[in-house]
């Protein structure tokens, strides 16, 4: 069963912090990876979506990277900012389950000022 | 830009009582699902649905579950018989292909007392 994990758990840095989190997941074979935000008692925002054929994807300040073989994904937020607190979940899509996107914990991220 | 829309934010109900939660997924999306995330917990994959019936369900969506898409636009989940452990936030989503990212809503907190 495809399992999803996300390092660290918590994590805060200060304002203009480069920053990196990360993701592993168990089993290779997905259709994709997608990385979401979650802010406190709210919906999810889809931020970056890294289909199994690529290895990374660029949006602004948000860098995914996906290495399938080794089980891994890594969101690179360059220059953090406080509007950047939120909690960071990562999720696959996989290929032969039942489940549509298997999610991790996440990381609940905090920029201070 | 367009988002998916779920009603009510919050319900409290009663256990034993029946509940409808309502989404309405993005107008051109074809592919739409429902999650839920028990506090403190990681998102969990309920069902998807697309051609007007389920495609995949998780050991989660027993049989109190039932999804429906009465009209062009709403896609709804009813639990017939809620349960204390029923109490999450449901997050519905769409997304314009089977494997494409996923666009979730606000989410709709039951409460079962």
């Known amino acids: 069963k495809q399992e999803v994990t996300q390092i660290p758990a918590a994590l805060s840095v200060p304002e203009g912090e480069n920053l990196v989190l990360n993701c592993s997941f168990t089993?290779?074979?997905?259709?994709?990876l997608q990385w979401f935000r979650q802010d406190p008692g709210k919906g999810l925002t889809s931020l970056l979506l890294?289909?199994?054929?690529?290895r990374e994807q660029t949006s602004g300040r948000l860098n995914a990277s996906l290495d399938k073989s080794s089980g891994r994904s890594t969101l690179y937020i360059a220059a953090s900012q406080p509007g950047d607190s939120a909690t960071y979940l990562c999720?696959?899509?996989?290929?032969?389950?039942?489940?549509?996107?298997?999610f991790g914990k996440g990381t609940k991220l905090t920029v201070n000022p | 830009e367009p988002e998916v829309t779920q009603t009510p934010s919050h319900q409290v109900t009663q256990m034993g009582q029946e509940v409808i939660l309502r989404c309405v997924p993005i107008?051109?999306?074809?592919?739409f699902y429902w999650y839920r995330q028990i506090l403190g917990q990681k998102v969990e994959f309920l069902v998807s649905?697309?051609?007007?019936?389920?495609?995949?369900k998780s050991e989660i969506f027993d049989d109190q579950f039932s999804v429906e898409r009465p009209d062009g636009s709403n896609f709804t989940l009813k639990i017939r018989s809620t349960k204390l452990e029923d109490s999450a936030m449901y997050f519905c989503?769409?997304?314009?292909?089977?494997?494409?990212?996923?666009?979730f809503g606000e989410g709709s907190r039951l409460t079962v007392l």
């Open positions: 999720a696959v899509d996989i290929q032969g389950g039942s489940e549509k996107l298997v």
């Open positions: 089993d290779s074979a997905i259709y994709n």
């Open positions: 989503a769409s997304s314009v292909a089977a494997n494409g990212e996923l666009f």
């Open positions: 107008s051109n999306h074809l592919y």
């Open positions: 649905f697309y051609n007007n019936e389920i495609s995949e």
């Open positions: 890294i289909q199994s054929s690529q």
